[in-house]
Each structure stands twice: as C-alpha cells, then as structure tokens.
C-alpha cells in the first residue's frame, strides 16, 4: 500500500523559533500533497493544498508567510512553522494523493508531527 | 459545496456485536466517499472508497459501507466488533472535479469487552 512518513513526530522548541516538518511519499509519487492542522478532539482543518513544482494553495485564514510550504519534488513536502508561538501547538498531520488512480485517487497519510512551542 | 455530517459524537458498542457509524454528505454532482480511522495522536488509516460501482463496499480489517445515493449516506458497518476497533473515525467526501477532501467532525467508537 502506499505509505507517506513525517519527520519529525515530535517537536518542542521554543517560542520565535523556526521549525521545519517533512512529509514524504514512500512508494508513489505525489503530484498533490496537503497539510492539515487537528485540534484536540476535533477533526481535521486543511491548511494548504501543494503541488510538486508550483506555490501551495492556502486556505481562507491561513497566514502563508508563517506556514511555509515547499513542495520541490513528487515525494516531498515541507511545512515551516517560522517565528512560532504557543498558539501554533497543534498536531500537523500531511497527506498525499497518489495520482496513479485519476480522478479516484486516494489521499494517503502521514503519521502525524506534534508540535510544541514553549 | 461539499459537506459531511457523522451524527453521532461517540458510538458504545459490545465486542462481537455488529457495529455502524453513520455518514451523510452533501454535493452538487458526483461523490468520492472515503472513510478512515485514528488511532491516538496518530495519522488517518485510510480503510474504504466508494467511487462507482456496487453499493457496497469492502475494505481493511474487515469494515464495509454501504453508498446510498436516495438517502445521500455512506455508513461504516463491520459484523463484528472488536476491542481493537476502538478509535476516531472519520468520513470524508470529494465532489468529482474537485482536489480537496471535506472531513466530517468524527465519531469516536469504543468497543467494550
């Protein structure tokens, strides 16, 4: 099956610092990778939408200079968190659409990177 | 607009009994279904889709659903539940046409021994 893995899983770091999550697709390549941000018992909130080669896709909200996202390669995401403060601990979770399929095309997803910002 | 709607906030079944969470969903044309699990401070486990095709779909560890297109529902079922099954889960859909997945709020199940 296809398989998508974050690094790290675990993060702390202090506040005004810069953290750096990456999400790679295993055994596929992936046109189309999104991030996605999950509050404590609740569901899922998209943040932006990638694509390999191009500018990720922010959703309404989402401040795009603090939530830096680069996609340089069919496997590989990158979500930077700069300048973080307390308000940014979340659970960041990316996934991956495995194009191989079209249009039905399944997301795939990564384990999941909590972050805290003391 | 797509949206989804997971009723229920928790479902409290007993292992070995049948097991349902429920899922509606709303779009303009056609829709992707997808249905997946959490287990905690873990990703999403993808377990089904329904894309075309039979009404029923089968997928991992042993969960079906079933697409209703009347009644513009796709629910979660598995004959029998067990303890391990306890998770998140969580029901999303994709209008065809469209890049982006709309999650459902969860429903957590808890499966007792």
């Known amino acids: 099956g296809a398989v998508v893995s974050q690094h790290p899983s675990r993060v702390i770091c202090k506040s005004g610092t810069s953290v750096k999550i990456e999400c790679r697709s295993l055994?596929?390549?992936?046109?189309?990778m999104f991030w996605y941000r999950q509050f404590p018992k609740q569901s899922l909130m998209l943040m932006a939408t990638?694509?390999?080669?191009?500018?990720?896709?922010?959703e309404q909200g989402v401040e795009k200079d603090k939530f830096l996202i680069n996609h340089a390669s069919l496997t590989l995401s990158t979500l930077t968190v700069t300048s973080a403060h307390p308000e940014d601990s979340s659970f960041y979770i990316c996934?991956?659409?495995?194009?191989?399929?079209?249009?039905?095309?399944?997301?795939?997803f990564g384990p999941g990177t909590r972050l805290t910002v003391l | 607009a797509q949206s989804v709607a997971q009723p229920e906030d928790q479902v409290n079944v007993a292992e070995g009994n049948p097991l349902t969470v429920k899922c509606t969903y709303s779009?303009?044309?056609?829709?992707?279904l997808f249905w997946y699990v959490q287990y905690p401070n873990r990703g999403l486990q993808f377990l089904l889709k329904?894309?075309?095709?039979?009404?029923l779909v089968k997928g991992s560890y042993g969960f079906e659903a079933e697409f209703n297109k009347s009644q513009t529902s796709f629910h979660l079922k598995k004959p029998s539940a067990l303890v391990s099954d306890s998770a998140l889960y969580f029901c999303?859909?994709?209008?065809?046409?469209?890049?982006?997945?709309?999650f459902g709020k969860g429903t957590m199940l808890l499966v007792s021994p």
């Open positions: 990638s694509n390999e080669g191009s500018k990720a896709t922010y």
């Open positions: 996934s991956a659409r495995d194009g191989r399929e079209g249009l039905a095309d399944t997301q795939y």
């Open positions: 329904y894309i075309t095709g039979d009404n």
């Open positions: 779009v303009s044309g056609n829709p992707y």
């Open positions: 055994d596929f390549q992936a046109t189309t």
């Open positions: 999303a859909v994709r209008e065809s046409g469209y890049s982006t997945l709309t």
